[in-house]
């Protein structure tokens, strides 16, 4: 009798062993690990991160020889002074973003206002065919990625520009040839195509179409975390709502937000409080948490360039160069307010204005100064406020399909939970396994439950006396 309920529970317990395993990982697959704020701090600062595929290029120091670059991402770097060519090939129709990223190694030295990156597109005869500018470094030698761009407008002012035919894209690293500091930059290059439109292009906005007011920083409510990136290609996906992110001394932080048209972008990133660490009045190393940087000044509780600043459009132009605030212990924040988003912002000689004139990802990017390890040697949290205000329009009807210059539903929503369209495909998917996982494991377990009863009973059975 004993012997024969033995035997038919020793099966039963050898399956038992190979479905607990199963039964037990479900769980993982019913969703996606959480993100959270990135917890302490590593060796070193992590460099700037190109776009995967990015195909290098060596620019030429004019236009003979010039590699050609298609609409892509390409890769080179610039030594100080540097001018390089890159050609290009343009039809009459669409207009082109031609943009530059600059990315000295966090910890370089850099020299404010001198050191700058700039690009611009010049026809077949060396004719400009966008305005001159160019962006340099504000945060007291800190060092951290800037962009600049170049247009080619399909509707531009200058005639030449608007033919079909080679052109060159300029780009030159200017600074001074004695000062010391980073040796080559290293440089990502994009090339991207906004159709042309099949009726009469909208018109400028005109004075007092929208409120130039400083809106109140949204407030309430959890804070989501977020988790910015290295630069553009990484960049952390966020939307409307109030996200927490941790950033050290040194450290840059990219995020990315959907902005529609009509929508008017306004942003607050915030510092908490903070005490000064040991000996930071004394002089000494500024990583130790002294004050002895060109960020801060000596013997006082001030970082003068603490936390920058800037916004950056789908075409990865400056809407607003990174401005440091300064900061000294209290709570402190910077913040940013764009025009809304209009196709006829382009024609806005404010060059703040004119960058807001496409609807699509704007990116955000963060930085903390070196100095301010003063107050936050192994990093600190920060508070980032983000509100794309307005009621999202219908923008212009583009001949063709551009992924670079619009915004979907989808994308929309995927932001507000801190996520890519992609992450939350992939985050479905596998909660539809997780959840199917959890019904076949329930139905292995109900299957098995009742096999054991069986066997027990057909034991019992066969040990009473007949």
Request: glycine letters at 14%.
């Amino acid at each position: 009798m004993v012997r024969g309920r033995t035997k038919r529970d020793g099966r039963v317990g050898r399956l038992v062993p190979v479905l607990v395993p199963v039964l037990v990982s479900l769980p993982v697959l019913a969703g996606p690990a959480a993100a959270g704020p990135t917890a302490g701090l590593r060796d070193s600062l992590p460099a700037y991160r190109t776009a995967p595929g990015a195909r290098p290029v060596q620019g030429t120091q004019g236009p003979s020889g010039a590699p050609r670059i298609g609409p892509g991402t390409y890769t080179d770097s610039l030594a100080r002074g540097d001018e390089k060519f890159y050609a290009v090939r343009l039809d009459g129709k669409s207009s082109g973003y031609f943009s530059a990223v600059a990315a000295p190694r966090p910890g370089s030295e850099v020299a404010d206002h001198t050191e700058s990156l700039k690009v611009s597109l010049r026809d077949a005869d060396g004719n400009a065919c966008s305005p001159g500018g160019s962006t340099a470094f504000h945060g007291r030698g800190m060092a951290y990625p800037i962009a600049d761009y170049a247009t080619r407008r399909a509707d531009g002012p200058r005639t030449n520009c608007q033919r079909a035919g080679a052109y060159y894209v300029v780009v030159k690293r200017a600074g001074r040839t004695s000062a010391e500091g980073a040796g080559r930059w290293p440089v990502e290059l994009r090339y991207q195509r906004e159709p042309g439109l099949t009726g009469t292009p909208p018109a400028q906005p005109g004075p007092g179409t929208w409120s130039t007011a400083t809106p109140v920083p949204l407030s309430g409510g959890t804070k989501k975390d977020a988790k910015g990136g290295t630069g553009f290609n990484d960049a952390g996906p966020i939307g409307k709502g109030v996200w927490q992110d941790r950033i050290r001394p040194g450290e840059t932080r990219f995020y990315r937000v959907p902005v529609d048209w009509g929508q008017q972008l306004s942003v607050s990133v915030e510092l908490p409080g903070g005490a000064l660490t040991g000996g930071a009045l004394s002089g000494g190393d500024p990583r130790a948490g002294t004050a002895r940087g060109p960020g801060a000044v000596a013997g006082s509780r001030l970082v003068a360039s603490a936390l920058g600043l800037g916004v950056y459009n789908p075409a990865r132009g400056p809407v607003s160069d990174t401005r440091f605030i300064a900061y000294d212990g209290k709570p402190a924040a910077a913040r940013v307010v764009t025009a809304p988003v209009d196709y006829g912002n382009r024609y806005n000689a404010t060059a703040p204005v004119s960058a807001m004139r496409f609807a699509g990802s704007y990116y955000l990017a963060v930085s903390l100064h070196p100095d301010a390890a003063k107050y936050f040697k192994d990093g600190t949290p920060i508070t980032l406020r983000v509100d794309p205000a307005g009621r999202p329009q219908r923008g212009p009807d583009y001949r063709e399909k551009t992924t670079d210059f619009s915004v979907t539903p989808q994308e929309r929503t995927a932001s507000e939970a801190g996520m890519t369209t992609q992450q939350v495909a992939q985050s479905g998917t596998l909660r539809m396994v997780g959840y199917g996982g959890i019904s076949t494991g329930t139905v292995l377990l109900l299957a098995l439950g009742v096999w054991a009863v069986a066997a027990r009973w057909r034991g019992g059975g066969a040990s009473r006396p007949r």
